[in-house]
Nanobody, 123 residues
Framework: QVQLVESGGGLVQAGGSLRLSCAAS????????FGWYRQAPGKQRELVAG???????KYADFVKGRFTISRDNAKNTVYLQMSNLNPEDTAVYYC?????????????????WGQGTQVTVSS
């Protein structure tokens, strides 16, 4: 049974930082691409960043150098380091995996999803 478990969300002031983690189990982690997505109230889910098995990375344009995605194959964990947060970053952040890098970053077609972690940025 594949599980993706996000953690690290919370309430932060504008300009602050958070690091999200996505711990994976039941999946051949090192061979899979993963992505971080977010969904704000009333909006569609959108890609934040994706990382391939070979560490190819793609960021959404709105990231603008503020976020860094990384992976630790020894810990079966994907991270999203977020800095210089602003209220527009408020959303539920989801980890998705179990698909090709192309599927992750262009279609949001992850096979497996975590339960999401809330990020709230106050002004």
């Amino acid at each position: 049974q594949v599980q993706l478990v996000e953690s690290g969300g919370g309430l932060v002031q504008a300009g602050g930082s958070l690091r999200l983690s996505c711990a994976a189990s039941g999946i051949a982690f090192r061979f899979n691409a993963f992505g971080w997505y977010r969904q704000a109230p009333g909006k569609q889910r959108e890609l934040v960043a994706g990382i391939s098995a070979g560490d190819t990375i793609k960021y959404a344009d709105f990231v603008k150098g503020r976020f860094t995605i990384s992976r630790d194959n020894a810990k079966n964990t994907v991270y999203l380091q977020m800095s210089n947060l602003n209220p527009e970053d408020t959303a539920v952040y989801y980890c998705g995996g179990g698909a090709t890098f192309l599927q992750i970053v262009t279609m949001g077609a992850a096979r497996y999803w975590g339960q999401g972690t809330q990020v709230t940025v106050s002004s």
